[in-house]
């Protein structure tokens, strides 16, 4: 696991503290529940005004490409959790993280998506979804469907895991 800032000005050097003093911990709680691994995990974090740009530099890594995305989804969030080469790339946006509490909710829910992209078959959607996105390749309208179902029921899992942040130091 490796933890950097994205483009953090002093101000927020308190959410990446908080980050890198738990991010272990939520990854231990996540393996423990779940039963799997979470594999190698590249954080990010970051504040609200480069959140987008973060998200777009790691999923263009995740692909290989430098153009823009055709579909965005998911650049308003307070964090997001994509594939990489060597595993998964999370990007924190700890501006829009309020508390302690909510950085330990979103970190667990986001190591729970590096969790489920471990599963069979999970990268490979999460990379389709992103040629979609990225007007690479375009999906039909039913595997659209079944990676919006895919992520649907990932979003559930994940958020259903957040109660352990209350565990937390």
Not at 12 to 38: F, K, M, Y
Not at 88 to 94: F, Q
Not at 95 to 114: G, K, M, P, Q, W
Request: charged content about 25%; proline content about 3%; some cysteine.
């Amino acid at each position: 696991m490796s933890i950097a800032p994205y483009k953090l000005d002093a101000r927020h050097q308190p959410g990446l503290a908080r980050v890198e003093a738990i991010a272990d911990n939520c990854s231990g709680i996540v393996i423990r529940e779940l039963g799997e691994g979470v594999g190698h995990v590249d954080i990010h974090v970051t504040n609200r005004r480069y959140f987008a740009a973060a998200v777009i530099a790691a999923e263009q890594q995740a692909i290989g490409t430098t153009g823009r995305p055709v579909l965005s989804e998911g650049y308003d969030n307070w964090s997001f959790t994509t594939v990489s080469a060597r595993g998964a790339v999370m990007v924190i946006d700890v501006e829009s993280c309020r508390t302690n509490r909510e950085i330990d909710r979103t970190l667990i829910h986001e190591f729970v998506h590096a969790a489920q992209f471990r599963r069979p078959g999970v990268r490979d959607s999460v990379l389709a979804g992103l040629h979609n996105n990225y007007g690479l390749h375009r999906l039909s309208r039913w595997e659209a469907k079944r990676l919006n179902r895919q992520v649907a029921a990932h979003e559930r899992e994940a958020r259903s895991l957040e109660r352990y942040a209350r565990k937390l130091p």
